[in-house]
């Protein structure tokens, strides 16, 4: 999330040489869309991770940074149809990065809670796992080895059946850091299984559980769950060192992730890649600043991904979204009133589209407020 040194965008010439049209319809191209902002009313010094939506029920996820100590606290909140409220949370330091919403009651967030080291001064952060049962935030526990420190959650999923996945890591006894992968019923009290996490990635920044078991895991590439082992997928040869953040699992046949590439003139340029069924391609993007965060799709099927730029020649607002423009081509042809960086989208039942990140005029990397938008 931190701002680098300002690159100008170059030619198309650039881009990448090896891609696929996003096959969306060009009908959707260069509509008119109207965002609405409904960003969260005293939010100062907040910031919004990751917005999931089902059931009715939409929930957005982040911190919120205590102007004079500097400490941050866990923040999620929850959408009334007027306004956003915020009950009140378990843990009284730390953030939450991922949400999921199974059903109105039945919410998962994930991230770390900042706790004191024992015998020290100092604090050590700790995996933090909540469960939203429609009347309160809960902790719940999960079976970390015995001797395990510096646990942290990164992402979390409710599959179809109920199942909750929750990804994370730990140090062990050697010093060592070790990935874990952990399944649980929706019951919440139920017990948890800890599953193989040896994903061929050096780590995990979302993860989508499918129909029968199948579990896809981004971050430093795409890695796929058979429900025995992790297969690290192929990509473009060009995309070697890619990065992603965003993951959208239409169907088995139908698999998109976006994110960012590093650039040496445009320091990030966008990156998506779609798995039809037979093999990862790349879906071609505009050759300019930005950097992708995350992806859904609109009542009519069409992708909008979101992120941001640090650009001013891009947008100096510094949010970045790609959609459908002439010939379906992915282009930038929307910005949200007031939005900053933006880090999830999502789409509910009524087909309206969801944003969140912070509000423009970051500094230092720093978003004033949170930020939140809806797209009819």
Same mark, same amino acid.
């Given at each position: ?86 009950? +009140?949370?378990? &843990?009284?330091?730390?953030? *939450?990065?991922? =949400?999921? #919403?199974? $059903?109105?009651?039945? /919410? !998962?967030?994930? %991230? ?32 970390? +080895?015995?001797? &395990?420190?510096?646990?942290? *959650?990164?992402? =979390?999923? #409710?599959? $179809?059946?109920?199942? /909750? !996945?929750?990804? %994370? ?45 199948? #579990?896809? $895991? ?159």
């Amino acid at each position: 999330m931190l701002l680098s040194p300002l690159r100008a965008a170059i030619a198309l010439a650039v881009g990448l040489t090896a891609v696929v049209g996003t096959a969306v319809s060009p009908a959707a191209a260069a509509r008119t869309s109207h965002w609405r902002d409904v960003s969260p009313p005293a939010s100062d010094g907040s910031v919004l991770f990751d917005v999931e939506t089902a059931g009715g029920a939409t929930w957005a996820v982040g911190m919120s940074r205590d102007a004079t100590t500097g400490s941050s606290a866990p923040l999620a909140m929850r959408w009334t149809r007027t306004g956003w409220q915020t009950p +009140p949370q378990p &843990a009284d330091e730390g953030r *939450l990065e991922d =949400v999921a #919403v199974g $059903a109105p009651d039945e /919410v !998962w967030a994930v %991230g770390t809670r900042n706790d004191a080291a024992s015998g020290t001064g100092s604090k050590e952060a700790r995996a933090l796992l909540e469960r939203w049962n429609g009347a309160a935030w809960s902790e719940t526990a999960l079976p970390f +080895p015995e001797g &395990a420190s510096w646990t942290s *959650l990164s992402a =979390v999923d #409710v599959d $179809a059946g109920g199942s /909750v !996945w929750v990804n %994370g890591g730990y140090v062990d006894t050697a010093g060592e850091y070790v990935p874990a992968l952990f399944r649980g019923d929706a019951a919440g009290g139920g017990a948890w299984k800890r599953l193989p996490a040896d994903t061929g990635l050096t780590w995990v920044s979302q993860l989508e559980a499918g129909p029968g078991g199948i #579990v896809y $895991a981004i971050g430093d590439g795409v890695s796929r769950f058979d429900g025995t082992s992790w297969t690290k997928q192929s990509l473009p040869p060009a995309l070697g060192e890619a990065l992603f953040d965003g993951l959208e699992m239409r169907t088995g046949n139908d698999v998109w992730a976006v994110g960012h590439i590093r650039d040496e003139n445009l320091w990030r340029r966008p990156v998506i890649v779609r798995y039809d069924g037979h093999a990862w391609r790349t879906v071609r993007t505009p050759a300019e600043t930005g950097q992708l965060y995350d992806i859904a799709f609109d009542r009519s099927g069409s992708p909008v991904v979101v992120g941001e730029t640090a650009d001013p020649a891009v947008n100096p607002a510094g949010n970045y979204v790609l959609t459908p423009g002439p010939h379906g081509v992915l282009t930038r042809t929307e910005e949200p009133s007031g939005a900053g960086y933006l880090y999830s989208a999502a789409t509910d039942a009524a087909g309206r589209m969801w944003t969140v990140g912070g509000t423009a005029g970051a500094e230092g990397g720093i978003s004033p407020s949170a930020y939140a938008g809806i797209r009819r």
